[in-house]
Structure formats: C-alpha cells, structure tokens
Nanobody, 119 residues
C-alpha cells in the first residue's frame, strides 16, 4: 500500500519562512511528478508548485519568487520552501506524487498539512 504523508505545517508570522516535506512509502516502482496544492476555506484547490521527473519546475504566479519546490529522489521526498509568507498563503497544503506500482500509475494525495500565517 502506497502512502504519501506531509509534515512541517504550523503557525508563522507574516514575512516568516516554513518548509514542508512530503514522503512516499510502500511498494512502488518509480515516482514521476511531485506537486504541491493548497486550499483555503471557501476557495478552490490550486496548484502551487510542480516538479517533473525531468527537472522542470513550475509555480503559481502568487508564489513566484517566494516558494521553491525541490525533491530528493533517493528519499522519495519532495519539499516546499516557503519564504516571505503572507496571510493569504494561509491554507491546507497537499502533496501529490505520481507513482507507478505493479498495478499501474496513479496520483497519490497526502492528508494535508495546515499553514497559518498570522501575527
């Protein structure tokens, strides 16, 4: 059984920094893309950052220049470094990893980790 688990959320003051981590575990063959999404109360879920297996990285315009996605393939882990945080970054952050198992390829979602930016 494949699991994806996020960690690192919490309360931070505006202008502060936080790093989220997401690790995949279980039996699988490979991981291709790794993404971070977020959803704030009353709003739709949005893609924050994308990391392809080929090294391509894309960001939402709202976080460009402040957030950095990185990955450690040996540890099956993706990170989201968040700097210069703003109150509007407050949301539940979800990790998604596209994982190939013996049954095929699927996107696995974590349970989410809450980030609150407030003074």
């Amino acid at each position: 059984q494949v699991q994806v688990v996020e960690s690192g959320g919490g309360l931070v003051q505006p202008g502060g920094s936080l790093t989220l981590s997401c690790v995949a575990s279980g039996r699988f063959l490979s991981i291709s893309s790794m993404d971070w999404y977020r959803q704030a109360p009353g709003l739709e879920r949005e893609l924050v950052a994308h990391s392809s297996s080929g090294g391509r990285r894309n960001y939402a315009e709202a976080v460009w220049g402040r957030f950095t996605i990185s990955r450690d393939n040996a540890k099956n882990t993706v990170y989201l470094q968040m700097n210069s945080l703003k109150p509007e970054d407050t949301a539940n952050y979800y990790c998604v990893q596209e994982i190939e198992t013996y049954s095929g390829r699927s996107r696995y979602w974590g349970q989410g980790t809450q980030v609150t930016v407030s003074s």
